[in-house]
C-alpha cells in the first residue's frame, strides 16, 4: 500500500514517543484500543496550571495509528485541558491524509486524547478532596 | 498440517469430492497428500489438490498421490500471468466434468474457447525449466531459507514461526513478532516485498484466517510477516532483510505499549481493554 510522507516521517521521527510514570505529579494516563483489534495506543500528558506542558505516546498499530497518535502529542503540548479536549479526528485526518479505510486511526487518537484528559481530571479531583477536608476541620 | 483421520472422518455417503491444497500459500505447510488420496481411493470419493504453491517447486506426482483433478498455474512458476491448467484424470476412474464456458467444445468439451497458444507455450517452458531445476533450486533456497530463518530468531525474544517445521516449501517463511503490528512493520522494511496477515485494509479488522485456525492469538495473529524466496533472491539480500528486520522490530518495539506492559511483567491476556 502506498504510505503518506508524513505518515513514514512520524514512524522515523515519532514526537514524544516514551512514557511518563503514571503516578507522577499532574500525569493523565489513556489506553484504549485493543491487540485483537491491531490497534493499542497509551497516552500520557503532563499538566501544570492547567496547560499541558509535556505529551508522551506509545502505540501498537499501523503506520496511520502510529503517526495518529504522535501528531496528537506533537498538538497537546503548549494547549490547555480544555482546548485539548477540542481536537477533533477530522484534523488529525486531514493533516495525515489518511485514506477512508484508515479513518479509525484517527477516532482512537482522539478517544486517547479523552481519555488521558478525564484520567487527568479524576486524579486532580482526588488530590483537592483531601485539601477541601483540612479546610474545614481548619475552620 | 491436515490430519487424513479428520478427511475420513468427515467423508459421509453424500460425499462425492475432497478438495484440498496440496501445499498453503501462508505458512508453507505440505500437507500428507498421499495419505488423503488412498483414504479418497478406499471410500470412491474423487480428490482435487490445488497445487498452485506445489507444482515445479516439490515433486508433484498424480498417480503416486492418487489425485484425480489438479489445479495449477503458470504465474506462481515465473510462467505468464493468464494461464492455468486443471489436470483431469482419464483412467481409474474417468472423471467426468460439465463445462462451465460452453459453445465450441474446445477441450474436449471441457472448456470452449480458442486456446491462448502463447501463453500456454510460456508455461510449458516454465514447467520445464521448474523440471531442470528442481533438486539444486530446493536445495539452495531452503538454505536461504534457514539462513532467513536462523538469523531472525535468533536475534531477538518473542519471535515464532507459523505452519510446520519441516513438511514446508523450501521458499516460505512466516513469522510473528509478538508486541508489533504486521503493517507498521512492512512500513519499516518496505523496500522488501514481504506481506502480512493485516486485515484492517480490508473490509473487516479479522486477521489472517489460517493463523486463527492455526489456534495463534488475535495478537500474533497481527504480528506475522510471510517471507518468500525464489529463483531470483540472493544470499545478499537475505543477509539485508535479517538486519532490516531487527531494526524494524526493535524500533517498534521500543514503540509498543503492549512490549513495555510484557516487559513490566503484566499478562497482557489478563487486560481489559478500553475497545472503541
Not at chain 2, 120 to 137: N, P, S, T
Not at chain 2, 203 to 223: C, K
Amino acid at each position: 500500500m502506498a504510505y503518506s510522507e508524513k505518515v513514514i516521517d512520524h514512524y522515523n521521527n515519532p514526537r514524544n514517543m516514551g512514557s511518563f510514570k503514571k503516578e507522577e505529579d499532574g500525569v493523565g494516563t489513556g489506553i484504549v484500543g485493543a491487540p485483537e483489534c491491531g490497534d493499542v495506543m497509551k497516552l500520557q500528558i503532563k499538566v501544570e496550571n492547567d496547560t499541558i506542558v509535556d505529551a508522551k505516546f506509545k502505540t501498537f498499530g499501523c503506520g496511520s495509528a502510529i503517526a495518529s497518535s504522535s501528531l496528537a502529542t506533537e498538538w497537546l503540548k503548549g494547549k490547555t485541558v480544555d482546548q485539548a479536549g477540542q481536537i477533533k479526528n477530522t484534523e488529525i485526518v486531514q493533516e495525515l491524509n489518511l485514506p477512508p479505510v484508515k479513518i479509525h486511526c484517527s477516532v482512537l487518537a482522539e478517544d486517547a486524547i479523552k481519555a488521558a484528559l478525564n484520567d487527568y481530571k479524576k486524579k486532580a479531583e482526588t488530590e483537592t478532596k483531601p485539601e477541601e477536608s483540612t479546610a474545614s476541620t481548619g475552620s | 498440517m491436515i490430519n487424513p483421520e479428520d478427511v475420513r472422518n468427515a467423508i459421509t455417503d453424500k460425499t462425492i469430492l475432497i478438495s484440498i491444497m496440496f501445499a498453503n500459500n501462508e505458512i508453507g505447510t505440505i500437507h500428507p497428500v498421499k495419505e488423503i488420496g488412498k483414504i479418497a481411493k478406499e471410500k470412491g470419493v474423487l480428490f482435487h489438490c490445488d497445487a498452485t504453491q506445489a507444482v515445479g517447486k516439490i515433486p508433484v506426482d498424480v498417480q503416486e498421490a492418487g489425485i484425480d483433478l489438479m489445479s495449477f498455474t503458470g504465474h506462481k512458476i515465473y510462467g505468464p500471468k493468464g494461464i492455468g491448467a486443471l489436470y483431469v484424470r482419464r483412467k481409474a476412474p474417468r472423471v467426468r466434468l460439465v463445462p462451465m464456458i460452453d459453445g465450441g467444445g474446445h477441450e474436449r468439451g471441457m472448456r470452449s474457447g480458442t486456446l491462448a497458444v502463447p501463453l500456454i507455450v510460456g508455461f510449458g517452458k516454465a514447467i520445464e525449466l521448474c523440471e531442470q531445476e528442481m533438486v539444486e533450486e530446493t536445495r539452495r533456497i531452503k538454505a536461504l531459507r534457514d539462513r532467513l530463518q536462523e538469523g531472525i530468531m535468533n536475534a531477538m525474544e518473542e519471535v515464532y514461526l507459523n505452519g510446520h517445521p519441516t513438511e514446508r516449501l523450501p521458499g516460505n517463511l512466516n513469522i510473528s513478532f509478538a508486541y508489533v503490528e504486521g503493517e507498521s512493520l512492512l512500513m519499516g522494511v518496505k523496500e522488501i516485498a514481504l506481506s502480512s496477515g493485516f486485515a484492517c485494509t480490508s473490509a473487516t479488522l479479522e486477521p489472517s484466517y489460517v493463523l486463527r485456525a492455526l489456534g495463534v492469538g488475535s495478537d500474533l495473529a497481527h504480528s506475522s510477516i510471510r517471507f518468500g524466496l525464489g529463483r531470483f533472491t540472493t544470499a545478499e539480500e537475505v543477509e539485508y532483510t535479517i538486519d532490516r528486520m531487527i531494526k524494524a522490530v526493535n524500533h517498534l518495539r521500543e514503540m509498543s505499549p503492549l512490549y513495555e506492559m510484557a516487559k513490566e511483567g503484566i499478562d497482557l491476556k489478563t487486560v481489559e481493554w478500553a475497545a472503541h
